[in-house]
């Protein structure tokens, strides 16, 4: 019953996003009114309301024959993990995928219905399209079930144990969709005539919300397999992280090259917009495809050839509608030691580590057909390219303050400081210790940054627009070098070791000590959970950790819980491995990692940078606005057809 | 700013440079997978890094002091593997897994570590962040 209902939910979107697309294209072409259109976009959200709420009612009421519910749901799970399964498996979270994504169609289509925002939406309409029928045809989540099970397995025990899985999914989403924005405003710019040179101006406030979701969601996916998957990292370069760093990068990069309008990098704007949403394609086709995260093909997906058609057919829209152009204007020459110059090199190299990644993330793909040999890329090929390349991106987020002075001796008289501090922090840092190279040169960078941002003139002082744009970079580049320290140290120093204790035992890492108390066994729920006592004693301290291995019969699968003991120094992470049949044993593995907190703490700031910037673009608008016809920011000469 | 053909020779160097980097990087991260059947018909090609796959044969994990004995069986080939340290408690016998080292000169294959098994799919050790997908 609720199945039917569901299926009528995804129908209906099915006709509604085309319906929207047909109607939007005659606003665009005979300058329709639009108002039915607008509708048809809205009509579109509400069916995928209404899909998402038939499922979520179907998991909480336990509704087994709903296909769904009986693979992802179960009676033992508890309401807030009851409601997040509707992501926690790939039917159910393309549902809220294009929940998100019709939310930002219909969001997007109130604005003043001219010729580039008309012919933008037909571009959303049409991706929205494409994914009501994967939903409906290739994934539909609410095919029945017979005979009706009398209960489910539950969502991947892993998805069970931290609250961020109610978070970090939607936030993640909501960056990834974010991108369609730009990326239809891109292909739409050269079809629009006159209004499509407006395109950079519209884009760059929806370009900031996907930045900064997606920021906060990379972050958080982070501290939560950090506190979750127990082996004690936070990134593992694996395909499906990989999937949400290119396009990050690729925006971050637009977020620079369209600063002040963006003139002078028209091409630059228009290639960015559009590899954001293309990455994220093709990060759909990766994750949700089986064709990289499975080394032994066990799930053939039929989503596969789909996801891979759509990403081809949007990489060659895409270069027929922004490909052949005009060659800009000649502009007047730029001085060497400039913004422009930095925000340039900048975007080189950001791209550049979005090619490395990409190239270490497909790799094997391609790798196999052509040389029939099965491969994977080790975090080693990431080691060694992305991040001396991030390293240098670090070093140019400290040249902003330093720039502002127009002549070279001024710029290099304000880099001295900053550059001063770094090479004392280089030096200090390899004296007392031998970090790598990489790491030395970030914690030098870091240094470098900080200290730029810290000792530029006019910080933090009188208020106005145009200082508090430099208020929310500055925030962001402080951010990223926090983060850079804090991934640096924990890469360097973190200090581990692996044993197994009988009760009574004792592992020592560094002046940390972790004695076995006691391993007990419980089986509430049918889960099966060993629970070890440690005593953790560090420098005269004491405190009890209890971590946890639970093993999950339903899924046949084993989860174990770190106990982390957070400090703003250090983190002490202990993860229990494996008990012995009689309770007397226990694999333990101890982990000290230094400053793991400024990870968190810089995505914490660089996430509020990407809100200031935000709402200082919204109030430039409202100051804009009761001076229509007045300063218009002259965008994109080389965007008209 | 920089002239047109400054721009191009800067591309190609950039492009040059990126390549030379890239496949410079790749030369000994690259792991490649291997059944038991290949490694016994080529037992050079596993001396270097690889992935080795198969089933526990029941019967076969000892466990000696920190370091476990098994065997990994594939279509009628076994191969013998030591791995020091605990396998993760995904690790069962009769159970498909995969070990990460490299073949001994004794024939029997060091395992740095197991690759965890995840649902019916094989992932490296860490699962990804994004739970989506983690079926």
């Known amino acids: 019953m609720l199945g039917d209902l569901g299926t009528a939910g995804l129908v209906a979107g099915l006709l509604a996003a085309p319906l929207a697309a047909l109607l939007w294209l005659r606003v665009a072409l005979a300058g329709a009114p639009a108002r039915p259109a607008r509708l048809a976009s809205v009509g579109a959200l509400l069916a995928a309301v209404t899909a998402c709420a038939v499922l979520e009612a179907a998991l909480l009421g336990h509704d087994f024959s709903v296909r769904f519910v009986a693979e992802n749901g179960g009676r033992h799970v508890p309401l807030y993990y009851a409601v997040t399964s509707l992501w926690s498996a790939m039917d159910g979270s393309l549902l809220l995928w294009l929940l998100v994504l019709a939310g930002y169609g219909a969001l997007f289509a109130r604005g003043r219905p001219d010729r580039l925002r008309a012919c933008a939406m037909v571009v959303i309409s049409v991706v929205t399209t494409f994914f009501f029928a994967l939903s409906t045809f290739a994934a539909n989540p609410f095919r029945a079930v017979h005979p009706v099970p009398p209960d489910g397995p539950g969502p991947n025990p892993l998805l069970q144990e931290h609250a961020a899985m109610g978070v970090h999914p939607p936030l993640l989403y909501a960056g990834y969709l974010g991108m369609v924005v730009p990326f239809a405003l891109a292909l739409a710019a050269p079809l629009a005539g006159p209004d499509g040179r407006d395109w950079l101006r519209l884009a760059r406030p929806w370009a900031l919300v996907a930045w900064t979701t997606l920021t906060a969601g990379i972050v958080l996916g982070a501290w939560w397999s950090y506190a979750v998957l127990g082996w004690g990292g936070y990134w593992a370069w694996d395909p499906v992280e990989n999937a949400s760093l290119l396009p990050w990068l690729t925006t971050t990069a637009l977020l620079h090259t369209s600063l002040g309008g963006g003139r002078g990098r028209e091409r630059w704007n228009s290639v960015l917009a559009c590899a954001g949403f293309l990455l994220v394609l093709l990060g759909t086709f990766l994750t949700r495809s089986g064709a990289v995260a499975s080394v032994h093909a066990f799930t053939e997906s039929p989503l596969g050839p789909l996801l891979l058609g759509f990403v081809l057919l949007a990489v060659l829209a895409t270069t027929v509608l922004t490909g052949p152009r005009q060659p800009p204007p000649a502009r007047p020459g730029v001085p060497l030691w400039s913004r422009p110059t930095a925000v340039l090199v900048n975007t080189v190299l950001l791209v550049t580590v979005a090619a490395v990644v990409l190239i270490g993330t497909v790799l094997p793909l391609i790798a196999e057909p052509v040389t029939g040999t099965r491969a994977s890329v080790g975090p080693g090929y990431y080691h060694r390219t992305a991040v001396p390349l991030a390293v240098v991106v670090l070093l140019l987020a400290g040249l902003p303050p330093a720039l502002r002075v127009r002549d070279r001796a001024g710029v290099l008289r304000r880099l001295a400081l900053p550059g001063a501090a770094a090479l004392a922090t280089v030096a200090a840092v390899g004296l007392l210790s031998r970090p790598g190279a990489a790491a030395l040169t970030a914690f030098g960078a870091a240094a470098f940054v900080l200290t730029g941002l810290l000792t530029a003139p006019g910080v933090p002082t009188t208020a106005g627009l145009r200082r508090s744009r430099r208020r929310a970079a500055t925030l962001g580049h402080a951010g990223l070098a926090l983060l850079a320290v804090g991934v640096a140290a924990s890469a360097t120093y973190a200090r581990v070791d692996e044993r197994t204790l009988r009760v009574g035992e004792t592992i020592r890492v560094g002046d940390v000590a972790a004695r076995l108390e006691s391993v007990q066994r419980a089986a509430p729920g049918g889960r099966m959970t060993v629970r070890a006592r440690l005593v953790v004693s560090s420098g005269g301290h004491s405190h009890l950790a209890a971590p946890v291995l639970r093993y999950d019969p339903a899924r046949d699968m084993a989860v174990t819980v770190p106990a982390i003991d957070a400090g703003t120094r250090r983190d002490v992470y202990l993860t229990l491995l494996a008990v012995a049949a009689d309770g007397g044993s226990a694999s333990v593995r101890l982990a000290v990692n230094p400053l793991v907190g400024l990870i968190w703490a810089g995505g914490a700031v660089g996430t509020a940078a990407g809100l200031l910037a935000l709402s200082d673009t919204v109030r430039a608008r409202r100051v804009r606005r009761p001076h229509p016809t007045g300063r218009r920011v002259p965008v994109a000469a080389g965007a008209s057809p | ?135």
């Open chain 2, 1 to 135: 700013m920089i002239r047109r053909p400054g721009r191009l020779a800067l591309v190609a160097v950039l492009l040059a440079g990126g390549a030379l980097l890239v496949t410079g990087a790749l030369r000994d991260t690259l792991t490649y997978y291997r059944t038991p059947g290949e490694v016994l018909a080529d037992p050079d090609a596993a001396r270097e890094r690889v992935r080795l796959g198969g089933e526990v044969v029941p019967g076969s994990v000892r466990r000696d002091g920190e370091v476990v004995l098994f065997r990994l069986a594939d279509s009628g080939h076994e191969v013998a593997v030591r791995q020091s340290g605990m396998p993760p408690e995904t690790f069962r016998e009769g159970e498909d897994a995969v070990v990460e080292g490299r073949l001994g000169v004794d024939g029997v294959f060091d395992a740095e570590h197991v690759v965890v098994r995840h649902g019916n799919e094989y992932r490296p050790a860490p699962p990804p962040a994004e739970p989506a997908d983690a079926r």
